[in-house]
T-cell receptor, first 115, second 111 residues
Framework: DAGITQSPRHKVTETGTPVTLRCHQT?????MYWYRQDPGHGLRLIHY???????DKGEVSDGYSVSRSKTEDFLLTLESATSSQTSVYFC??????????????FGSGTRLTVV | EDQVTQSPEALRLQEGESSSLNCSYT??????LFWYRQDPGKGPEFLFT???AGEEKEKERLKATLTKKESFLHITAPKPEDSATYLC????????????FGTGTRLTIIP
């Protein structure tokens, strides 16, 4: 996946437990994003980062927090998982200088099930 | 609020039967329109970026075009390996690099 790795690939967790998903990049891109993908809704932005320790909310940020302490890592935390957070989560990276050639590069996704 | 609507939701074509997918958008100043391909169980894969009305880009059997209100992805003489979900997304000029996605068109090419 062109230098972007998500972990874990699959996770089943119980309602009320905290969960952290990790995104790691080797491209040194400034921007990183977390999206969720659900049938009928497409990809929706949760949070994004425009630099180390610089983050902002997306359209569906309630119940989620993020951290970026290093350029290469962007963590998504579900503070207390709920069944409505069952989804496929995608991380993406971008570099505005390369938008013409690569657009945004996405990871392979994490399938999260909250039971 | 930026919006992207894709049609049809699903499309089944015979191998070799050409067609077009539609992406209608509203955005407060378009910086770029993106097309992605997504295979089952995988992340979206970048295809094209279009920036201004009248622009066209091609890649193998795919050609993307852009007007002020919509974009088309034309598929010429498709093959079974073109089966995938095709996603359209827009980026606003003042959107801080964020993308707004449509829900996609699921394309199936029948041999």
């Amino acid at each position: 996946d062109a230098g972007i790795t998500q972990s874990p690939r699959h996770k089943v967790t119980e309602t009320g437990t905290p969960v952290t998903l990790r995104c790691h990049q080797t491209e040194n891109h400034r921007y990183m994003y977390w999206y969720r993908q659900d049938p009928g809704h497409g990809l929706r932005l949760i949070h994004y980062s425009y630099g180390v320790k610089d983050t902002d909310k997306g359209e569906v940020s309630d119940g989620y927090s993020v951290s970026r302490s290093k350029t290469e890592d962007f963590l998504l935390t579900l503070e207390s998982a709920t069944s409505s957070q069952t989804s496929v989560y995608f991380c993406a990276i971008s570099d505005p200088r390369q938008r013409d050639h690569y657009g945004y590069t996405f990871g392979s996704g994490t399938r999260l099930t909250v039971v | 609020e930026d919006q992207v609507t894709q049609s049809p939701e699903a499309l089944r074509l015979q191998e070799g039967e050409s067609s077009s997918l539609n992406c209608s958008y509203t955005v407060s100043g378009l910086r770029g329109l993106f097309w992605y391909r997504q295979d089952p169980g995988k992340g979206p894969e970048f295809l094209f970026t279009l920036y201004s009305a009248g622009e066209e880009k091609e890649k193998e059997r795919l050609k993307a075009t852009l007007t002020k209100k919509e974009s088309f992805l034309h598929i010429t003489a498709p093959k079974p390996e073109d089966s995938a979900t095709y996603l359209c997304a827009v980026q606003a000029r003042l959107g801080n690099e964020k993308l707004t996605f449509g829900t996609g068109t699921r394309l199936t090419i029948i041999p």
